[in-house]
């Protein structure tokens, strides 16, 4: 049972065109939603920890949103170096609070 | 502190060696952690460490999988008798228990290993 769906799978935007990438989750009682951007060949970088509905956090062009369901990682603006792929992960109720992560989105911003 | 570093980078092996992987954490963090991810997919959790303890494994680490954590500072990932399907990027991270993951996990750049 997927805990973690994120789409879409891939997105290809123009530089400077604006968009949002999704992350649904199913485990009920959420300790920490986190998203982090991978580059090819590399390990994940953290971006962002949310903790419960209505949170936000910013970082440059990138802000995330969280619901009881999902959250949203917006792209304001978006340039080729934010091209990466973009990870979210749960950690649900339990001893050891080890994440799950989703499959990630692979973003790709065109000059 | 130049954060987690990962030793090899790359490693080929034929189909039934052994390999080991090595792992620095941030020097600070006492929880350790090994995922695998193949291409296409997200990191799947394999153990972690807190201190020299091993407090977790996955399903997914089956017996040819060990990992250890001497006296709490590096830790090693063996592989033995290599299978075609172990190819993978295998991924250390580092984080401070109680931290409750306000800055998420430290990852590595990984060690790609590639069995023949």
């Known amino acids: 049972e997927d805990q973690v769906t994120q789409s879409p799978e891939a997105l290809r935007l123009q530089e400077g065109e604006s968009s949002s990438l999704n992350c649904s989750y199913t485990?009920?009682?959420?300790?920490?939603l986190f998203w982090y951007r991978q580059d090819p060949g590399k390990g994940p970088e953290f971006l962002f920890t949310l903790y419960s509905a209505g949170e936000e956090k910013e970082k440059e062009r990138l802000k995330a949103t969280l619901t009881k369901k999902e959250s949203f990682l917006h792209i304001t603006a978006p340039k080729p170096e934010d091209s990466a792929t973009y990870l979210c992960a749960v950690q649900a109720p339990g001893g050891s609070y080890i994440p799950t992560f989703g499959r990630g989105t692979s973003l790709i911003v065109h000059p | 502190d130049t954060g987690v570093s990962q030793d090899p980078r790359h490693k080929i092996t034929k189909r039934g060696q052994n390999v080991t992987f090595r792992c620095d954490p941030i020097?600070?963090?006492?929880?350790l952690y090994w995922y695998r991810q193949t291409l296409g997919q997200g990191p799947e959790f394999l153990t972690y460490f807190q201190n020299e303890a091993q407090l977790e494994k996955s399903r997914l680490l089956s017996d040819r999988f060990s990992a250890e954590r001497p006296k709490g500072s590096f830790s090693t990932l063996e592989i033995q008798r290599t299978e075609q399907g172990d190819s993978a990027m295998y991924l250390c991270?580092?984080?401070?228990?109680?931290?409750?993951?306000?800055?998420?996990?430290?990852f590595g750049s990984g060690t790609r290993l590639t069995v023949v």
């Open positions: 485990v009920s009682g959420l300790r920490g």
């Open positions: 020097s600070e963090h006492n929880r």
């Open positions: 991270a580092s984080s401070l228990a109680g931290s409750k993951g306000n800055y998420g996990y430290t």
